[in-house]
Nanobody
């Protein structure tokens, strides 16, 4: 399994931007589909965005389309999440996750998870 470490969370005002990073220990990072998930207090964890391991296909939840951008740097073994125009409803713990050779990078089995990073957006 790959070890994942998120960073970049924080407290910001509505309308601000943040960039999250997820550093992976995997030797073959490029073989993993990667996703960002979030969990707000009292709510279930939900997928925010994901990127396939081949071809670079991306998926975004409707709630973040046009505001968030996922990207990956396979040479640096790092996943990014650029979050713009943040809203209070984006407040959550954000997790990155990895799925090896995922055929379905949206609903696949993400088996490696980071510890999470808190994002808090004040109104």
């Amino acid at each position: 399994q790959v070890q994942l470490v998120e960073s970049g969370g924080g407290l910001v005002q509505a309308g601000a931007s943040l960039r999250l990073s997820c550093a992976a220990s995997a030797g073959a990072f490029s073989n993993y589909a990667m996703g960002w998930f979030r969990q707000a207090p009292g709510k279930e964890r939900e997928i925010v965005t994901a990127i396939s391991w081949v071809g670079g296909a991306t998926y975004y939840a409707d709630s973040v389309k046009g505001r968030f951008t996922i990207s990956r740097d396979n040479a640096k073994k790092t996943l990014y999440l650029q979050m713009n125009s943040l809203k209070p409803e984006d407040t959550a713990v954000y997790y990155c996750a990895a799925c090896l050779f995922c055929r379905d990078y949206i609903r696949g089995s993400y088996t490696s998870w980071g510890q999470g990073t808190q994002v808090t957006v004040s109104s």
